[in-house]
């Protein structure tokens, strides 16, 4: 089940979802900066930003095909992808030393 179907039942799956999520965005960008002191203030200005292009999506048919899970917001840094990591990198144990 993607974000946006997880949201759509919390609010009940009605014609209102997306304007209550973008009213849930809004308050808590006003919270965050007032608990903040204005401090990250484009930080919190750019999260609430893609949070309210994903609230966009909630009234959009979801085009992920059964049985599949979608990408991840990140892609997997390299060595991490459930390989074996090579030598040199995060995770591995240096060649002992003498012979």
Do not use: C, F
């Amino acid at each position: 089940m993607s974000i946006l179907d997880k949201v759509k039942q919390m609010l009940g799956g009605n014609a209102k979802t997306e304007e209550l999520a973008r009213q849930g965005i809004d308050k808590a960008e006003q919270i965050a900066k007032e608990r903040l002191g204005g401090k990250h203030a484009r930080h919190i200005d750019t999260a609430a930003q893609k949070a309210r292009e994903m609230a966009d999506k909630i009234d959009e048919p979801d085009t992920t095909p059964p049985g599949t899970t979608p990408a991840p917001g990140r892609a997997t840094p390299p060595g991490r992808g459930g390989t074996t990591p090579g030598p040199g990198q995060p995770g591995t144990t240096p060649p002992p030393y003498g012979p």
